[in-house]
DNA sequence: GACGAGTATAGGACAAGTCCCATAAAAATC
DNA sequence: GATTTTTATGGGACTTGTCCTATACTCGTC
């Protein structure tokens, strides 16, 4: 659902179109909070006309296809505030770099490290993207007033956190291995069901 | 792609049957990693079957259905090591809170500061029972000796911080919304499309 | 004794997300 | 001049995850 509201929201800002949404909101301003395919923007925005909650107009153009501009209607403006209000239980936790050191025991100790190594790398990357987005003045679609500018910023600011938790995490689990870790217990392997 | 190795791991520590997957690692051991529904576990390990990953055997019981026990094959064995060792890049960031925050701006402060306060309670929630988690003896599904008990333990490290950070995150929000977010723009409401 | 909880498996329907392809032409780059 | 990138939409196939149902017997509670 909440890919849904999130272009509800983005459309209340400003009309746009499918590729809009897809290339300024989703892989711009809001990747720190929701990221969505191509063809899961498209087939949501039919989904929401379908139910009226947004409305289109082609805008035609030379050379390239007509630009599906959309809107939001009083009754998607109505939705999007709806679901502001309803709350939600936090959503499960699913972290496939978790799982895989939880799994690790069969890897020796240079393996899992050279694994969170790894790791550790990208949410630096990440980590540094952040900061570049928060140096830099508000997108125009992420806010439109002061506001808007400000809930941005926190948004943000949870991200860098929360990128930042991963990162020390990371390295108390180095230096734990630096120490080494447990050796591992010859397991029984016998092959019969 | 995750999910069917967190079967093979769990399988390669105990063979075990759907139900005890469900119940004692994804409900229990493995609940701050990685999530299951019933109707997933059962499935994945039919694909696992066809596969020639696990091989099953049913044992009877009185007035119960049979017990379907799952065992990790040679091959499933290799399949988990492979994985361990595949470098993947991090998860795209979903967060319906954050998503919440971003699109907020409608609400008065006192609603987005009850939003958040409600969440702030969730993941204290969550907290307490991570806490409870590293506090008691370590799951037989989660580890079958001391390294992977380490290994263990560092997962619930890294959700406690993650926790952590969240709430952290919400307790500067507040504050700042105590202080007074920027009032809204008039937003201009025209329904033409 | 009815009723719910626990043990155990499995199916259907559907929503959400990923990946890959096709079309089409302008503009930028090599 | 050829190739790649950008702008723009949309379809198909598939995997993942959620929810709800059915079956069937035991055991403990009200």
Redesign the pocket.
Known sequence: ????HAILGFLEREPM????L??RCFDGAAGHVW??????V?????RLSERGLVRSRAVP?????????YRITTKGREALLAWLRRPEAPT?V?DPLLMRVFMAGDLPDTEIAGLLTQARDDYQVRLETLRAEAAAPVPSCAATDARGAELYRMTLGAAMAGTRAVIDWIDDCMERISRGLPPASPQVTGEGV
Chains 1, 2 share one sequence.
């Open positions: 659902m909440t890919l849904e179109t499918g590729y809009d897809k290339t990221t969505a395919d191509q063809a899961q498209y087939r949501t925005l039919e153009q030379r050379g390239k296809p007509d630009r599906r501009l499960a699913r």
